[in-house]
C-alpha cells in the first residue's frame, strides 16, 4: 500500500542502503532454500500486511526518524504520549467488576482495590447497558447476569458505598450514549450528595453510538444520528462541569470484539472522533476544549507485532489529525491515550486455562504498545463474567508485567526494528486510507446508517470463522493439536439468582417514597426538550436526582427519537 | 418429502453479541437450509414466528446468562401450540452443566458451547432431522 514513499530518510546514507539492498539480493538468491523463495509473499500479518522473510533497513529507508519516530512526548507521539512513559507513572491495572446486585458488587471493588487494582472499572447486566429497569418484562432472565442492576441513584450509591470517590478512578461501562447521559450522572449525584467536589473526581464512560447501533444488537435500537447527538451532548456537558473525566471513550475494542481488523478498529474508533469534533465545533466548542478529555479503547489480539504496531500508529494518525486538521493548540489534544483489554474473543472454552498464556502475550504486546491502562482478561471468559480466583491471575499477570520483566524500564523498547517500523508505517497508512474512505461516504454517521458497516462486520466474521474452520488460523488444542478427550472445563461460576428479588424490592421502595409529583415534571420537560437544540444533560441529571429511574428515562427517550428497525439478514 | 430444512434463528432477551448467531445462520444458508433470522426476541415472539414460518428448527443463541431461565420458555410454549416436533437448538457461552441440563431436562435438542466447529453444528441440525 505504501507506494506514494516520501522524501527524507536520515537512518541511513544512500551509500549504505545500495549496500544493503545488494546483500540482501545476494542473501535472497544464494543463501535461501528454493522452498523459502518460494513461499515468500505468502506471508501476511493478520490485518493482510505483506510480512517477509527477513525485514532490513531498506524497508524503512522512506522514514526520517526526527519526523517520522522521534522522541516519546514529541510529535508524531509514536514513541509514546508522555516523555518518561512507565517509569513515571505504571499502567493502570484496571479490571472489570461487576455481577449481580450493586451490593455484591461493592464487595469485589473492594476485593480489587486491596489487591492492587489502582482502577475500576464497573460492568452493568444488559437491561441496565440497553435501558431497562430490572423490573422490566424486557429485563428477564437477565438481571444481575454479566455485571450489575442499576436501576437508579439508590443503586449507584450503594455500588459505591465506603469507597472514596475523590480518590479512586472509575471507568463506568455503560457503552450507549443513551445510558451515558444517565448513569454516569448518578455517580456525579451521588460524589455530590456525599459532598465531593466534582472537579475531584476522575474517571472515564464509554459513551459510544457504534456500540449502540452496531456492535451490540437489541430487541429495540435509536437511530445512529439520535444516539450520535446523545453521545456529544455527554461530552459537552460533561467537559464544561467534570473537568477530570473522560466523557467517551471511543470505542475500537468492542467493534473488534464483533468483527473487523486491526485497520477497521482505529480507523473507524477515529472516525466517530472526527465526526464528534465537527459536531461539537458546530455547536461552538473549541477542539482544546474538548480533544484532551478524548480516549481510545483498543482490543490486543494474536497478532503480537502487528498489533504493537497498531497502537503506536494510532498516536501518529491521531496526532496528524488534531494537530494538521484542527490546528489544537494544547499538548494534551495531541495525545491518543488509550485502555487496552486483551482480545476475549480469542479466548476458547477448551483447556481454558491456556487462556492465561494467551492473555498474558496480548497483555505483555499492550504495555510495548504503551496503553495508559490495562485490562487482562480472565482464563473462563468462555464460561462467565470471571471468578475472583481468575480475576486475581489477570491482576497477578499484570503485576508480572509491570514489575518482573523489566519491560516498563525503557520506553517503547521494540523502536528501531526494522520489522516493528515498517509494519507501524503501513499500519498508519492502512488507517488513515480507510479514515478517508468512510469521509468519502458522508462520515461515519451516514455510513452507519447505509447498512455500510454491518455489512464490514459480517463478512469479516464469515471470512474469519472459514480461517478457523480451515485450519488456516491455528488455535492450539482447539483446531490445532487438539486433544482426543473432551478437555473443556467445569467452571464454578458465581451467580445471583437473588438479584431479581432484591432489585424489585428496591425499586417498589423507591416508587413508593419519591415525590410523584416531581418525576413526572422532571421526566416531562425532560421529553419535550429532546425535540430542541438544547444539551439533554442537564435535564436528564435532574430527572436522576429525583428519582427517576433509568428505564423510564430510556423509555422516553425510545418514544421520541423512534426506532431505528435495521434487518441484518 | 424433500424440502429444504427451515431453520429460525433468534438471539434470546436482551443479549447483544451477536456475532455468533450471524455466523451460524449464514452457514447454515451455505449448507442449503432456509434460515429466518428473527432478531433479539423473547419467547413468545421466537414461537408465534416458530408457527408462522413453519419452522423445524429452532435455533437460539445466548452469551449472556438468560439461557436457564429464557431457553426452556421456548421449548415449553411450542408444545403448548402444538408444535412440539419443532427441535430447539441453543448456542452460546454458558457453565457446561448448565449446558447438560438443558439437553437432560428442559427439552433443548442439543446445546453448542464455544469452540464447536460449524460443520458439527449443521450435521447435527440435518441428523436430528433424520431421526424425526
New interface residues.
Given amino acids: 500500500m505504501s507506494t506514494a514513499k516520501k522524501e527524507g530518510g536520515c537512518l541511513f546514507s544512500e551509500a549504505q542502503l545500495q549496500q544493503i539492498e545488494k546483500d540482501f539480493q545476494d542473501w535472497f538468491n544464494n543463501s535461501l532454500r528454493d522452498s523459502d523463495r518460494q513461499t515468500e509473499g505468502a506471508y501476511f500479518s493478520h490485518s493482510g500486511i505483506p510480512i517477509k522473510l527477513i525485514h532490513t533497513p531498506a524497508d524503512i529507508k522512506h522514514l526520517d526518524y526526527t519526523r517520522d519516530i522521534g522522541l516519546s512526548g514529541q510529535p508524531p507521539f509514536l514513541r509514546g504520549v508522555y516523555p518518561n512513559m512507565y517509569r513515571g507513572r505504571p499502567f493502570t491495572v484496571r479490571q472489570l467488576a461487576g455481577l449481580g446486585a450493586p451490593e455484591d458488587c461493592n464487595l469485589r471493588i473492594k476485593y480489587l482495590l486491596d489487591h492492587g487494582a489502582t482502577g475500576v472499572n464497573i460492568l452493568f447486566d444488559l437491561p441496565t447497558i440497553r435501558g431497562y429497569d430490572s423490573t422490566d418484562p424486557e429485563a428477564e432472565g437477565n438481571v444481575g447476569a454479566c455485571g450489575a442492576a442499576v436501576d437508579s441513584i439508590w443503586d449507584m450509591d450503594a455500588y459505591f458505598a465506603d469507597i472514596d470517590l475523590g480518590t479512586i478512578s472509575t471507568s463506568i461501562v455503560t457503552h450507549l450514549p443513551s445510558t451515558s447521559i444517565v448513569i454516569p450522572g448518578m455517580y456525579f449525584a451521588v460524589a455530590e450528595q456525599r459532598g465531593i467536589p466534582w472537579k475531584n473526581l476522575a474517571g472515564t464512560c464509554q459513551n459510544d453510538f457504534i456500540m449502540e447501533t452496531c456492535v451490540g444488537s437489541a430487541p429495540e435500537m435509536l437511530w445512529p444520528r439520535a444516539s450520535f447527538r446523545l453521545q456529544c451532548d455527554v461530552i459537552e456537558w460533561i467537559c464544561k462541569n467534570i473537568p477530570r473525566w473522560n466523557p467517551i471513550s471511543f470505542n475500537g475494542y468492542n467493534l473488534r470484539e464483533a468483527g473487523t481488523d486491526a485497520v477497521g478498529e482505529v480507523a473507524i474508533a477515529i472516525s466517530n472522533a472526527i465526526a464528534t469534533a465537527d459536531e461539537l465545533i458546530r455547536r461552538g466548542m473549541r477542539i482544546d476544549d474538548f480533544a484532551p478529555r478524548m480516549s481510545f479503547f483498543w482490543d490486543l489480539h494474536n497478532d503480537f507485532f502487528e498489533e504493537i504496531a497498531k497502537c503506536r500508529a494510532s498516536r501518529k494518525v491521531w496526532y496528524k489529525i488534531i494537530s494538521e486538521r484542527y490546528g489544537a493548540q494544547n499538548k494534551k489534544s495531541l495525545l491518543m491515550r488509550f485502555h487496552v483489554q486483551t482480545a476475549g474473543v480469542t479466548l476458547p472454552a477448551t483447556e481454558p486455562l491456556n487462556n492465561i498464556a494467551r492473555s498474558a502475550i496480548q497483555g505483555l504486546a499492550a504495555v510495548l504498545g504503551g496503553c495508559q491502562s490495562l485490562h487482562i482478561d480472565s482464563y473462563d471468559e468462555a464460561y462467565s463474567a470471571p471468578t475472583e480466583e481468575a480475576a486475581l491471575i489477570s491482576i497477578r499477570t499484570q503485576q508480572i508485567i509491570q514489575a518482573e520483566t523489566g519491560v516498563c524500564n525503557t520506553v517503547d523498547p521494540l523502536a528501531g526494528s526494522y520489522y516493528i517500523e515498517y509494519l507501524t508505517d503501513e499500519m498508519a497508512e492502512r488507517i488513515a486510507a480507510y479514515i478517508k474512505k468512510i469521509e468519502e461516504m458522508g462520515g461515519l454517521v451516514e455510513a452507519v446508517e447505509s447498512g455500510w458497516l454491518h455489512r464490514e462486520i459480517s463478512n469479516y466474521n464469515t471470512a474469519y470463522q472459514k480461517k478457523i474452520e480451515s485450519g488456516e488460523m491455528p488455535i492450539a488444542g482447539v483446531n490445532f493439536m487438539r486433544a482426543e478427550e473432551d478437555r473443556t472445563h467445569d467452571i464454578e461460576v458465581f451467580e445471583y439468582p437473588e438479584t431479581y428479588t432484591r432489585q424489585k424490592a428496591k425499586m417498589k421502595r423507591l416508587k413508593k417514597e419519591r415525590n410523584q409529583q416531581k418525576v413526572k415534571m422532571h421526566l416531562k420537560i425532560l421529553r419535550e426538550k429532546c425535540h430542541s437544540d438544547e444539551n439533554l444533560y442537564p435535564y436528564a441529571l435532574e430527572a436522576v436526582k429525583n428519582l427517576c429511574t433509568l428505564g423510564e428515562i430510556e423509555e422516553l427517550f425510545r418514544e421520541e427519537f423512534g426506532l431505528w428497525n435495521f434487518q441484518l439478514l | 418429502m424433500n424440502r429444504r430444512i427451515r431453520v429460525l434463528m433468534a438471539?434470546?432477551?436482551?443479549?447483544?453479541?451477536?456475532?455468533g448467531v450471524?455466523?451460524v445462520?449464514?452457514?447454515l444458508k451455505e449448507a442449503g437450509m432456509e434460515?429466518v433470522?428473527l432478531?433479539?426476541?423473547?419467547p413468545e415472539q421466537i414461537v408465534e414466528a416458530a408457527i408462522e414460518e413453519d419452522a423445524d428448527v429452532v435455533g437460539l443463541s445466548t452469551l449472556?446468562?438468560?439461557h436457564?431461565?429464557?431457553g426452556p420458555k421456548v421449548v415449553k410454549l411450542l408444545k403448548e401450540k402444538g408444535m412440539g416436533h419443532v427441535k430447539v437448538f441453543m448456542g452460546g457461552?454458558?457453565?457446561?452443566?448448565d449446558a447438560v441440563k438443558l439437553e437432560a431436562e428442559h427439552g433443548i435438542h442439543k446445546v453448542y458451547?464455544?469452540?464447536t466447529?460449524?460443520?458439527t453444528i449443521i450435521e447435527g441440525i440435518k441428523s436430528s432431522m433424520r431421526d424425526s
Fill in positions: 438471539k434470546l432477551g436482551l443479549d447483544i453479541h451477536w456475532r450471524y455466523l445462520s449464514e452457514f434460515v433470522y432478531g433479539n426476541s423473547f449472556s446468562g438468560n436457564m431461565t429464557l457461552v454458558m457453565p457446561p452443566k458451547l464455544p469452540d466447529s460449524m460443520e
